[in-house]
C-alpha cells in the first residue's frame, strides 16, 4: 500500500517510479504483469503508467475496467473492503502516518485467504518464489 500526495496522474506516476526504482524492471514486471484501474482521471495516461523510467521499455500492461463493472477488478474491490475495516470512507487520510498504512499493509498480508488454501498472501508468495 502507498499513501499518494494527491488523486493526479502524476502522484500515481511518481508512486510506480519509485517501486520499479526500488524492485527494479525485472523485480517490477514479475510482480506487476498487468495493472487493472477504474477509468479515474489518474490513470487517463496508460502510455506513461506502462512505460519503465528505464526509457522507452515496457514495465506493465494497464487494462480499464468498464464502468459500473467492479466485479472486473475483483481483488482490487477484495483489498478496498480490507482497507475500509481499517480505514472508512470519507476519513482524512492525513491524519494516518506511513507507519500506520505499513501497519495496515502487514495486517492484510498476514490475513488468511480462503482462495489460497487458507495461507496468508505473504506466505503463499514466499511458497509460490520457492517453487
Same mark, same amino acid.
Do not use: C
Given at each position: 500500500?502507498?499513501?499518494?500526495? @494527491? ?8 508512486? &510506480? $517510479? %519509485?517501486?520499479? +526504482?526500488?524492485?527494479?524492471?525485472? #523485480?517490477? /514486471? ?38 459500473? @463493472? ?8 477484495? &483489498? $478496498? %473492503?480490507?482497507? +475500509?475495516?481499517?480505514?472508512?470512507? #470519507?476519513? /482524512? ?39
Amino acid at each position: 500500500l502507498l499513501k499518494l500526495t @494527491s488523486q493526479t496522474q502524476q502522484a500515481v506516476l511518481r508512486a &510506480l $517510479n %519509485g517501486l520499479e +526504482r526500488q524492485m527494479g524492471l525485472s #523485480g517490477f /514486471r514479475s510482480r506487476f504483469k498487468s495493472i487493472t484501474v477504474d477509468n479515474g482521471a489518474e490513470f487517463w495516461d496508460w502510455q506513461a503508467l506502462e512505460q519503465s523510467v528505464q526509457g522507452k521499455r515496457q514495465r506493465t500492461r494497464i487494462y480499464y475496467a468498464h464502468p459500473y @463493472s467492479s466485479w472486473e477488478r475483483g481483488s482490487n474491490e477484495n &483489498l $478496498n %473492503g480490507f482497507i +475500509r475495516y481499517s480505514i472508512p470512507k #470519507g476519513t /482524512r487520510l492525513s491524519q494516518y502516518t506511513r507507519k500506520d498504512i505499513h501497519e495496515l499493509q502487514e495486517w492484510i498480508n498476514m490475513y488468511p485467504r480462503r482462495i489460497l488454501g487458507g495461507l496468508p498472501a505473504a506466505d503463499f508468495s514466499q511458497t509460490a518464489q520457492a517453487v
